[in-house]
């Protein structure tokens, strides 16, 4: 057992970790893309504490204070970023949706994760017939465009339980819907690296020792699959995010009352031309360049995680 576990560790891959956290510290956009990242994060999961004004405040919504232009513009230092249609204060509801965005980006991308490694991992060790069906079940999904089938079936969950209910269930089904019509990426990701590996020597010596099928895929060949997942993993939380804004941008996301950016773009659309530019803009900005920042954290990744661009 200890043989075996050495020969996972496999001798170069503390050096090729080391390798890729210095070319990491080492790239100036890689490392700004991370702060960008990291700094939605804390501005997200700090929201209520950072936040000028507490948005379930019955006082927050006020039309005497509907649309004023951002301080620099206005002259009124109370709306830093100006205010919408509503009377809300712009910064306070872009951070709350900010936090609502990234929530639901990675909590429907774990569920693409949890159901692609679980597919693929049985499709690539098993293989024959299950990796058959569960293989033209992920061909299925994919000749299938993401968006259309999610619109079709939020638009079912809307006459099914009505538009009240609805909104008050539109988190929760948006990242079922989002995370269950992007699991074959996963899946195909997944199985192809356990082909590889499962033909190596540590799995047929696992096999020798009698450890079991299921242990085997998770505890030995899975953690030698994980730098393609990583990559995946980083560039489908701004998919899903972009997938969100789309959907509440065409009415079947969020409701406005819980703001997200999709919802926020979608409610100051019409304003756009009408001089209130900000309500529209401001959020289109936040999202854009949360979105590059996570791409170019993916491109990286993708570029150095890859094994044939790594040198002993």
Same mark, same amino acid.
């Given at each position: 057992m200890?043989?075996?576990?050495?020969?996972?560790?496999?001798?170069?891959?503390?050096?090729?970790?080391?390798?890729?956290?210095?070319?990491?510290?080492?790239?100036? %956009? *890689? &490392?700004?893309? $991370? =702060?960008?990242?990291?700094?939605?994060?804390?501005?997200? #999961?700090? @929201?209520p504490?950072?936040?000028?004004?507490?948005?379930?405040?019955?006082?927050?919504?006020d039309?005497?204070?509907?649309?004023?232009?951002?301080s620099?513009?206005?002259?009124?230092?109370?709306?830093?970023?100006?205010t919408?249609?509503?009377?809300?204060?712009?910064?306070?509801?872009?951070?709350?949706g900010?936090?609502l965005?990234?929530?639901?980006?990675?909590?429907?991308?774990?569920?693409?994760?949890?159901?692609?490694?679980?597919i693929?991992?049985?499709?690539?060790?098993?293989?024959?017939?299950?990796?058959?069906?569960?293989?033209?079940?992920?061909?299925?999904?994919l000749?299938?465009s993401?968006?259309?089938v999610?619109?079709?079936?939020?638009?079912?969950?809307?006459?099914?339980f009505?538009?009240?209910?609805?909104?008050? %269930? *539109? &988190?929760?089904? $948006? =990242?079922?819907?989002?995370?269950l019509?992007?699991?074959? #990426?996963? @899946?195909?990701?997944?199985?192809?690296s356990?082909l590889?590996?499962k033909?190596k020597?540590?799995?047929?010596a696992?096999?020798?020792?009698?450890?079991?099928?299921?242990?085997?895929?998770?505890r030995?060949?899975?953690?030698n699959?994980?730098?393609?997942?990583?990559?995946?993993?980083?560039v489908?939380?701004?998919?899903?995010?972009?997938?969100?804004?789309?959907?509440?941008?065409?009415?079947?996301?969020?409701?406005?009352?819980?703001?997200?950016?999709?919802?926020?773009?979608?409610?100051?659309?019409?304003?756009m031309?009408?001089?209130?530019?900000?309500i529209?803009?401001?959020?289109?900005?936040t999202?854009?360049?949360l979105?590059?920042?996570?791409?170019?954290?993916?491109?990286?990744?993708?570029?150095?995680?890859n094994?044939?661009?790594?040198?002993?």
């Amino acid at each position: 057992m200890k043989y075996i576990k050495k020969d996972l560790l496999h001798p170069t891959s503390g050096n090729r970790w080391g390798h890729i956290v210095s070319g990491f510290v080492g790239d100036k %956009l *890689a &490392m700004l893309a $991370l =702060i960008i990242f990291l700094f939605y994060c804390l501005v997200a #999961l700090l @929201a209520p504490l950072v936040a000028p004004f507490d948005i379930v405040d019955p006082a927050f919504m006020d039309l005497m204070n509907a649309e004023i232009a951002p301080s620099w513009i206005s002259g009124d230092n109370r709306f830093l970023l100006g205010t919408d249609a509503q009377g809300r204060d712009l910064l306070s509801v872009i951070l709350y949706g900010t936090r609502l965005s990234l929530t639901i980006g990675i909590c429907a991308v774990l569920i693409q994760v949890t159901l692609g490694i679980c597919i693929g991992l049985m499709a690539g060790y098993l293989g024959g017939r299950i990796d058959n069906f569960l293989m033209r079940c992920a061909d299925i999904q994919l000749s299938f465009s993401n968006m259309m089938v999610a619109i079709v079936f939020l638009a079912i969950f809307q006459s099914l339980f009505g538009m009240a209910r609805y909104q008050q %269930l *539109a &988190m929760v089904i $948006l =990242i079922l819907v989002i995370g269950l019509t992007e699991w074959p #990426l996963f @899946a195909r990701t997944i199985r192809a690296s356990v082909l590889a590996e499962k033909q190596k020597e540590y799995v047929d010596a696992a096999r020798i020792m009698g450890i079991s099928s299921k242990r085997i895929m998770f505890r030995h060949i899975l953690p030698n699959t994980l730098s393609p997942i990583l990559v995946i993993f980083t560039v489908q939380i701004a998919n899903a995010i972009v997938a969100e804004a789309a959907l509440s941008f065409l009415g079947l996301g969020m409701p406005a009352t819980e703001p997200s950016l999709g919802s926020l773009i979608s409610a100051g659309f019409a304003y756009m031309f009408s001089g209130s530019w900000w309500i529209c803009v401001i959020p289109s900005v936040t999202l854009i360049i949360l979105i590059l920042a996570m791409n170019l954290l993916g491109d990286w990744l993708r570029d150095h995680l890859n094994p044939r661009t790594y040198k002993d």
